[in-house]
């Protein structure tokens, strides 16, 4: 009885002291974890806009990213009206969470790459593929209707399938020059199409077995760049 309550005392004791030192662990490991996340997340972005970069935005360093973000990149936040939010950075908006709010309420992210090429206005829209969210990054020209670049993201599409929306450097490549309204000034977006492309200035391919993969790709640039228009708007005026 004795030796089964020293065993008993001993575990309990073990147990306290792990769980106390990962707690520490964790909490000590917190500062860098949020760094490491920030610097991808700021990778992500600039990837957008990778042909007005030296390098690709991966194999930027640390140093580099926060060097551009710090001289080249103005964060703007605006609400659904197109107002500039001020006090807020466009980083620090959770996409995520944003989505789950009412339309109405929402903070929308903008971040104005001032490069020698011009300025670029990079928007981020979020969407659901076939198993869970996809999101990206859209680079617009100031005329707020070519796009620059596009880059692309998911929690859980296909690998090879769904997944080649981030892996497949062709997908990205062809958003390039695509154009958001039509000739008569109306917002058309830019259509994720499976069979063939008739519209080439509104059109892209769609990733072979992966409509719905797709069709969520297009809906999310179709709702999640309108959602701009205001403050696009406000811009031009």
Not at 144 to 154: E, L, P, Q, R, Y
Not at 175 to 180: A, W
Request: glycine share 8%.
């Amino acid at each position: 009885m004795h030796n089964t309550r020293q065993i008993v005392a001993f575990v309990a004791v073990l147990t306290i002291v792990v769980a106390l030192v990962l707690s520490l662990l964790a909490t000590g490991l917190k500062p860098i974890h949020d760094r490491n996340e920030a610097i991808y997340n700021k990778k992500a972005i600039l990837s957008a806009i990778e042909s007005n970069l030296d390098a690709k935005a991966s194999d930027l360093s640390d140093e580099q990213v926060q060097q551009i973000f710090s001289e080249k990149i103005e964060q703007v936040v605006v609400d659904m009206q197109g107002n500039v939010i001020e006090g807020t950075l466009a980083e620090d908006i959770d996409m995520a969470k944003e989505r789950k709010k009412p339309e109405a309420e929402r903070k929308l992210p903008v971040y104005i790459y001032d490069g020698p090429n011009g300025k670029f206005y990079i928007v981020a829209v979020r969407g659901s593929g076939l198993w869970d969210e996809i999101w990206g990054s859209i680079a617009l020209e100031s005329d707020f209707s070519t796009i620059a670049g596009a880059a692309f993201d998911h929690v859980a599409e296909t690998p090879g399938l769904g997944a080649e929306i981030k892996d497949n450097p062709k997908f990205h490549e062809q958003f390039v020059g695509k154009e958001l309204y039509d000739d008569k000034g109306n917002y058309v977006s830019v259509d994720v199409k499976k069979g063939g492309i008739k519209n080439p200035e509104h059109e892209v391919d769609a990733i072979s077995g992966a409509t719905i993969t797709s069709d969520g790709v297009s809906e999310m640039l179709y709702r999640g760049i309108k959602y701009y228009e205001p403050y696009f708007e406000k811009i031009k005026n």
